[in-house]
């Protein structure tokens, strides 16, 4: 079956728009505003301290659960990017592909036709039939020459129907790809709301002291994590100095300070985690990928020691948070949702290990 002009280009603009309502989080995505809790009864006495500490230890199980799902969200918008580019690329080369079969099939349609004109005579029977010999070999020496160009012609008709075919079924395998990860992507949002929406709502139900309360127990955790990580006499091993492109992307990250934290964001406004961080180093000239994860995994390995500003520190066994390393046992990041960009302890949450986008 043939691929016209229009149905091509019709199914590159839905892959665009399709991408494009995707690819929005902070409009198309946005996470709905906590419910009330509403109840007949009086409010209940301020929660002791040992109960707000097991409100703190839920909410950041809350909290890390969406930043996973997060990173799988980001993933799988990555992939529908590079699939809709491919599927994009693949429609021009099927547009190519037929213009050329077009072009070669008005040629063989010509050869026919002249075909048709001669008689299709063979050449040994014009030969004996005419008065003029030595015009027949002149004739018969074209006519070689057409067979041969007739030969290549069909040669080159089956070989761009064939590369159709191949770039046919290529674009319906990444069609289904596509389909995949606009699962994932929704998935990964209705657990991201869902996460989020629970953290809110078991906020909501403290009293206004208890809030800031749990705020200064989040505050003490983030310290004591912090100092002991400093104890360990790790800063005395840290003396590097940081990269010209190291420099840019600190500079870059100091800029974001006091920007809200929204998941699947890269700026300008706000970010996500890995968005501060793939978004500071492109802009320091040197792109890396877009998840904690994938920078876990793509990015040269440093020990804690040969760390220098510029760095990203990654959080948790899986790898579910980044930040970007300034010096003196500081990161700047975005942390969680209802939290700006900030500088924090380098040492206040569980390292995993730190890899360098510039190695």
Known sequence: MGWGKRGILTAAVTVVCAVTALAAPGAAFAVPAPTPSISPTPSPAPAPSK????????????YHDAAVATD???AAEEKTRKQSAEIVALAKRIDEGQQRLDGLKDRAGAAAREQYRTGGVPPTAQ?????????????????????????????????????????AADAAEQWKKLDTERKAKAAAKKKIEQQIAAAKKLESELAKKDQERLR?????AALKAQTAWLDTGVLKEINSKASAQGKKAVAFAT??????????????????CSGLTSQAWEAAGHPIPRTSQEQWQQLKHIDVKDMRPGDLIIYFTDA??????????????????????????????????IVRPDA
């Open 72 to 74: 799988a969200y980001n």
């Open 216 to 220: 200064q127990l989040e505050d003490q």
């Open 51 to 62: 109960d707000l500490e097991k409100v703190r230890e839920k909410l950041d199980r809350l």
């Open 320 to 353: 579910s948070h980044v930040a970007i390393y300034i010096g003196d046992g500081a990161i700047i990041q975005a942390p969680r949702p209802g939290r700006n960009v900030t500088i924090a302890g380098a040492g206040s949450m569980p390292i995993l290990g």
């Open 255 to 272: 800029a974001q300070l006091g920007k809200p934290y929204v998941w699947g964001a890269e700026g300008p406004g706000s970010f996500d």
């Open 127 to 167: 030969f004996l039939l005419s008065n003029d010999p030595g015009q027949v070999l002149d004739g018969a020496g074209l006519v070689l020459q057409s067979q041969r160009a007739a030969g290549t012609l069909i040669g080159e008709l089956a070989g761009i129907q064939k590369d159709l075919q191949a770039y």
